[in-house]
């Protein structure tokens, strides 16, 4: 089983608008919500394409309810731990003049130690429950106030002692932190990577980072596809043969699901680059984050080339 | 006692941002977030000033907890009819460097058959329970989908046959259709009233809307003050004598909420005018709707300048 941990879920709200005018008063056309953060969105993703999966996290309050009312009406299992705080709420306003969209991220409350140590002991819960198959773990996402330094790394921990793979996808202070866990897997984006190395090219970028204890790295490029750089110096790349129009939200999400995927079945590099590319494209063609159609993944797959620098 | 109804209540949320820039992705600063609607807020400014007031209105779902609870937070005695859909919300963006309002008003779920009769229900009991002393309804903002045509009409009539004085302020079709259930003011703005009327003029506009069957029309011109055009023709002015900078928002609320005072204690209109004008004026001075300070309102009352045309 796929075991994704969102620490700052959010509910994910949506507002058309004929036109975004700023300073301007808005009649919204129509408004949309879904359960988000980055791991929910793979857990999603995992869930449509038919895979064992459960989605983690904490929620509070109202817009909480909110959102463990969309997991279960989307069929993706979840173990969500209580909090005191309301959970936090994205507001995407879309103009339909000309399909731009503008994003407003609420920072979400600061989680108590109560909450965190929950987090942690539902993790290792499933994990248990799971009866010791070997599974996957994804944590993804930025992390809210309150989150110990070292979250991520110790979530990594305690799903290794468990049996499990690791794949973190985050950035900055987290990212970095992150590592001492020794998570097989980081996947920054190009500018995420910049951003804690200070290095423009990913594949030095990737071996700045690997300096500071990361094993594969694995980086997205847009339209450019992915780079694994792995521990061994060994740089694999994979992208679509021919570019596709369309909305990049959550592209992100689905690589990082098709490579949960892949390292619990053992796939080969190849493979595992082949589906990351084909369910990032799939993800492209569809209008919200943490949804691909199986029959665009399977029409993309063979339009993936793979190559070795 | 006075009663306000809000048809389309909300919950209204802030969202500071260091500058709003369209097709980009937002850190949000600070969240607030308030029970909201134009009758909320004329409840909110009698409430604080000390008068007895009952807001009711139709809420439901999470954020009708939210709007309930905050009521309560405030100390607003509220009488709310459960709904089964859930209460929408403004979503308010204030850019922190240049201080401007982006705001993006939800149009609220459609309203049923049993909300609507419940709301109706409610106004008749909590009337009666005031036990038949003369009050004030007032009916104030946008109506939902599903609230009847003559909504506000069939509102006023009861509040009418419970020996309360009536006041409304909608703009449209709501404020046109209310005047069947015969109020004894009507509040529009200048621009509203000009929808409604294709009249530029404020008074002519306002002895349009008589001959539709208005009573007593008072119109707000922002910072030009108040216009009554009375049922005989009369017409008495209010401004204050010096310009005051701030905040709009909920201006015209507080006219309501002073009228709503004046007509509860038989003022007078030179007394009620003055009394209009001091209460917007001090809710310019606030950063929020719905909250006047009184020593402001004893200051600028000596500030208003009443006259007739």
Chains 1, 2 share one sequence.
Not at 144 to 156: E, H, M
Request: aromatic letters at 2%; glycine letters at 12%; a negative charge.
């Amino acid at each position: 089983m796929i075991v994704t941990v969102t620490p700052n879920i959010a509910l994910d709200v949506t507002y058309d608008v004929e036109r975004l005018v700023p300073h301007a008063s808005h009649r919204v056309a129509a408004v949309r919500s879904m359960a988000g953060g980055k791991a929910v969105n793979v857990a999603s993703v995992l869930s449509v394409l038919g895979h064992e999966v459960t989605a983690l996290g904490i929620v509070g309050g109202a817009t909480g309810d909110l959102v463990r009312a969309d997991l279960a009406a989307r069929g993706i299992p979840h173990v969500l731990v209580d909090a005191d705080h309301e959970t936090r709420r994205t507001v995407t306003v879309v103009s339909l003049a000309d399909g731009e969209a503008t994003a407003f991220n609420e920072p979400g409350p600061a989680i108590g130690r109560h909450e965190w140590s929950g987090l942690l002991e539902a993790l290792r819960r499933v994990l248990a429950d799971d009866g010791g198959s070997a599974g996957v773990f994804v944590g993804s996402g930025s992390v809210p106030v309150g989150f110990p330094g070292d979250g991520y790394a110790q979530l990594v921990r305690a799903a290794r002692e468990a049996g499990c793979r690791t794949l973190v996808d985050s950035s900055g202070a987290a990212l970095v932190a992150a590592l001492a866990g020794g998570p097989d897997v980081v996947k920054p984006n190009a500018r995420e990577l910049a951003e804690v190395t200070g290095l423009d090219d990913p594949v030095a970028g990737a071996k700045a980072l690997q300096d500071k204890g990361a094993r594969d790295v694995l980086v997205s490029l847009g339209p450019d596809g992915l780079a694994l750089v792995r521990t061994d110096g060994e740089v694999v790349r994979a992208a679509l043969r021919a570019g596709l129009a369309g909305n990049p939200t959550g592209a992100g999400d689905a690589v990082v699901a098709a490579v949960a995927h892949g390292l619990e079945v053992g796939a080969a590099p190849e493979a595992l680059l082949t589906e990351a590319v084909a369910w990032s494209a799939a993800a492209v063609l569809q209008p919200v984050a943490g949804v691909v159609d199986q029959t665009d993944v399977a029409r993309l797959r063979e339009q993936v080339r793979v190559w070795r620098d």
